[in-house]
């Protein structure tokens, strides 16, 4: 790192949120599926992947590498992420998968936000309080990627 690079990532704090490029890894995987229990029977007992968790609508699955993959029934995934015209656009534009970066704070989250505006990204929905008990937000990359940025109290 040399000293005009101040990246955040989950390991350093917030220090300095002056530039967004972060390199903090994938975290998280988020498939967005037409039929949740088709899906979770195929990683589960196809696959033989052990479900970690569940909760409604949602199945977490915990891989070797640390990574977390999740299904998440794709209208409500496109719901959370902000999309409010999934019924009339569908499938077309929404690529029904997510990739996520936690961080271990909700100081860290906003930070990583505050640098990503102004930096002119596209911020998607803006950080809040979601109803899994964390706190998420999305932007999106130049080709219309959703990232979801997090503090997952869970993890």
Do not use: C
């Not at 490029?21 to 007992?45: C, Q, R, W």
């Not at 936690?102 to 990503?116: G, H, P, R």
């Not at 911020?123 to 937000?137: E, L, N």
């Amino acid at each position: 790192m040399n000293s005009n690079d101040q990246s955040i990532t989950p390991q350093q704090g917030q220090e300095d949120s002056s530039s967004a490029n972060a390199n903090p890894g994938i975290s998280f995987i988020t498939l967005g599926v037409k039929d949740l229990e088709n899906m979770t029977h195929f990683y589960k007992e196809v696959l033989g992947w052990q479900m970690e968790k569940q909760q409604p609508g949602v199945r977490f699955f915990k891989m070797a590498s640390g990574i977390v993959f999740a299904l998440f029934g794709q209208s409500d995934l496109a719901e959370d992420i902000g999309i409010d015209d999934f019924n009339t656009l569908g499938a077309s534009t929404f690529k029904r998968m997510t990739l996520a970066i936690n961080f271990d704070s909700i100081i860290k989250v906003d930070a990583f936000f505050a640098v990503l505006k102004q930096k002119g990204v596209v911020i998607q929905k803006a950080p809040q309080t979601v109803f899994w008990g964390g706190y998420s937000g999305y932007f999106k990359d130049p080709e219309d990627n959703y990232w979801e940025v997090a503090y997952n109290p869970f993890l």
